[in-house]
């Protein structure tokens, strides 16, 4: 197997809001906000007209774009055997990618998250995890890791207990390790972790500009190159309309982004950019290609309603 997953299992529902739904509800335009009451997350989605529902979860939109390209991927990811667990499951297999997790009734329902689309196209999301937050180390199947290229591991999975000692197992397993920052909700919720992370243990990491950023406390770009060049690993930075940038050791790599485009919505980009550049690398592409084809695929998602293509 080319690339393993493991991420958050998640139904997506995707609605059009205006921008004062955000702020009635208190959330901040374009990040990601945990709600842990089912009931609460209920009655937010009670409220809205669902454009659109598919299995989502950033680290599974990544592999199964990855998937798309004809890559060898599996995913790991702790649903319930309820109706969202079977379809989420069903999502994957059409996808041809080989779900790693026996599913059983579980005490919470399957993750839901709740993706709010304002007119600028940019997303908010709030998210009830569900059983997905209750992934523990038994739920990581070794020999798929050990078997793997690499693993990819998203910072929406990492947290206190149970999670990090899931996210534990794989890292010591794997022959590679890659990893996206998320959220700056996420960096900033676990900055020292997510910092001894990158610095020590994950090889390649994924970022936008605003989470690197935050995670290294940077006063401009150019510290964040620095940053990079001193732990030699490989770091991929999305940047918006500025394009995208990779760091290896000393190898400063950048692209433009796509202009004139039609953008309807931003969930997914990060994804499938992930999924484009990761494409590249396991195929032996140079650094240029990879953030080619990663730019490529993220500019096709935006284009359209949802994070899988």
């Known amino acids: ?88 499951e069903d999502g994957l297999k059409k996808e041809n990618v080989e779900y790693l997790y026996s599913k059983k009734k579980e005490l919470l329902p399957t993750g839901t998250c709740l993706i709010l689309v ?43 207990g149970d999670p990090k000692k899931a996210f534990d197992k794989a890292i010591d397993n794997a022959n590679k390790v890659t990893m996206s920052l998320s959220d700056k909700f996420c960096v900033d919720r676990h900055k020292l972790h997510f910092l001894s992370l990158v610095k020590n243990q994950i090889d390649i990491t ?15 770009f150019n510290e964040v190159i620095s940053f990079a060049k001193e732990i030699k690993k490989i770091l991929v930075i999305t940047r918006g309309e500025k394009g995208a940038i990779s760091i290896n050791n000393n190898e400063v790599t950048e692209i433009s982004a796509k202009k004139n485009l039609n953008i309807l919505d931003l969930t997914g980009a990060g994804d499938l950019f992930a999924a484009g550049y990761l494409h590249g690398l396991v195929n032996n592409l140079s650094q240029k290609e990879c953030l080619k084809t990663g730019t490529e695929l993220s500019s096709k998602i935006i284009q359209q309603i949802g994070a899988r293509l």
């Open 1 to 88: 197997m080319k690339i393993l997953g493991i991420g958050n299992a998640i139904i997506d529902v995707i609605c059009k809001v205006e921008d004062d739904f955000i702020s009635k509800n208190n959330l901040t335009k374009g990040t990601m906000k945990l709600i842990f009451d089912e009931h609460e997350f209920k009655q937010l989605l009670s409220s809205l007209k669902i454009e659109k529902t598919v299995s989502g979860g950033s680290v599974a939109n990544s592999i199964v774009g990855l998937s798309q390209l004809e890559n060898k991927v599996g995913f790991i990811g702790k649903v319930s055997n309820d109706e969202m667990g079977n379809k989420y």
């Open 118 to 160: 304002t007119p600028d196209s940019e997303r908010t999301m709030c998210t009830f995890l569900g059983t997905a937050g209750q992934i523990n180390e038994n739920d990581i199947d070794v020999n798929a890791v050990k078997k793997s290229e690499m693993i990819f591991l998203e910072g929406y999975l990492w947290d206190e």
């Open 206 to 220: 994924f970022a936008n500009e605003g989470e690197i950023m935050s995670l290294i406390e940077a006063k401009n």
